[in-house]
Nanobody, 122 residues
Framework: QVQVVESGGGLVQAGGSLRLSCAAS????????MAWFRQAPGKEREFVAA????????YYADSVKGRFTISRDNAKNTMYLQMNSLKPEDTAVYYC???????????????WGQGTQVTVSS
């Protein structure tokens, strides 16, 4: 019912900033919780941040708290991840996910995008 497509990845220097976007299609976007995950080469996929359908509930992984900001604009069917003070350890493919509940999307279920590469150089 929901299709999501990530964009905005690229190469940035350590300490720099980048904003990722997740464009969604489908009529149920505003009723889905959404989240960002990332996966680095040779590592397991890890949770980054999640946001409820209304934007009222937000949860961040400890590794990004204070540096990343998740937001969404349901009128534009878009979710964002503002990434500041980037570190080389943030290098990964970043994925957008959407599911029917906050807990479910944090667990990694639901609809997934194709991913966008973020590379942070030293």
């Amino acid at each position: 019912q929901v299709q999501v497509v990530e964009s905005g990845g690229g190469l940035v220097q350590a300490g720099g900033s980048l904003r990722l976007s997740c464009a969604a299609s489908g009529r149920t976007f505003s009723n889905y919780a959404m989240a960002w995950f990332r996966q680095a080469p040779g590592k397991e996929r890890e949770f980054v941040a999640a946001i409820s359908w209304s934007g009222g509930n937000i949860y961040y992984a400890d590794s990004v708290k204070g540096r990343f900001t998740i937001s969404r604009d349901n009128a534009k069917n878009t979710m964002y991840l503002q990434m500041n003070s980037l570190k080389p350890e943030d290098t990964a493919v970043y994925y957008c996910a959407a599911d029917h509940s906050f807990g479910a999307v944090i667990a990694g279920s639901g609809y997934w995008g194709q991913g966008t590469q973020v590379t942070v150089s030293s």
